[in-house]
């Protein structure tokens, strides 16, 4: 009881610039679901303000990898808004070779990155960090090119985030993530339908 009047307080006195990159993130994913461009203008405001937000908390790595989604925000607009209105609605799959891959090297990666901050910073969680910070990237860039499976991956990177931030006690953004793993389940079954709906109209033909 005491840990939950803990939480609820510091839930309470949360900083405004973390209430809006919060704001700003659950627009952001809800809006990229539907696969709506202005989805991309919250990523670029909210990925700005927790730039701040997470090198107060010393998680550096998210710190700089929201530096990353800050950019990826810009490519994924440019992107979007270059593409013909019939491939707007384009979802693609990944081989299980290329996810094999992917997972593989991002594990290394995973551990090398996590050995370089717990040893030479004060970085706080930093092969959990290291975690959500390297598969987030493959996964952001798996949104700009719409990969189906872009959701499978952000349903287990914000689970394990629900347990990094709370541990900093950001607990809003602990909230967050619990809430971007329900947006990421109804995500990937919208995503999947869409998927299927355009092979059984390919089929039609």
């Known amino acids: 009881m005491e840990i939950f009047k803990q939480i609820v307080l510091a839930i309470i006195e949360t900083s405004i610039w973390e209430w809006l990159a919060v704001l ?53 607009w440019f992107l979007w808004s270059k593409e013909k209105s019939e491939a707007a609605y384009k979802i693609i799959k990944w081989s299980k070779k290329t996810h094999l891959l992917n997972i593989g090297i991002s594990l290394f990666f995973v551990v090398f990155v996590g050995f370089i ?44 985030s629900v347990y990094l931030f709370a541990s900093r006690e950001l ?7 619990l809430l971007y793993t329900g947006i990421a389940i109804f995500g990937y079954f919208k995503w999947k339908k869409q998927f299927n709906q355009h092979f059984e109209e390919c089929d039609s033909l």
Do not use: R
């Open 24 to 76: 700003c993130s659950i627009l952001y994913v809800i809006l990229i679901s539907y696969k709506h461009i202005s989805a991309w203008f919250f990523a670029i405001i909210s990925s700005g303000l927790y730039i701040f937000v997470c090198f107060q908390g010393q998680l550096y790595l998210e710190s700089l990898l929201n530096g990353f989604f800050l950019v990826m925000g810009f490519y994924g």
């Open 117 to 160: 901050f717990a040893t030479f910073t004060d970085q706080a969680n930093p092969y959990t960090d290291s975690f959500a910070a390297i598969f987030s990237l493959v996964a952001t860039f798996m949104v700009t090119k719409k990969v189906l499976e872009n959701w499978i991956y952000w349903i287990i990177i914000d689970s394990v």
């Open 171 to 177: 607990y809003m953004t602990s909230v967050l993530f």
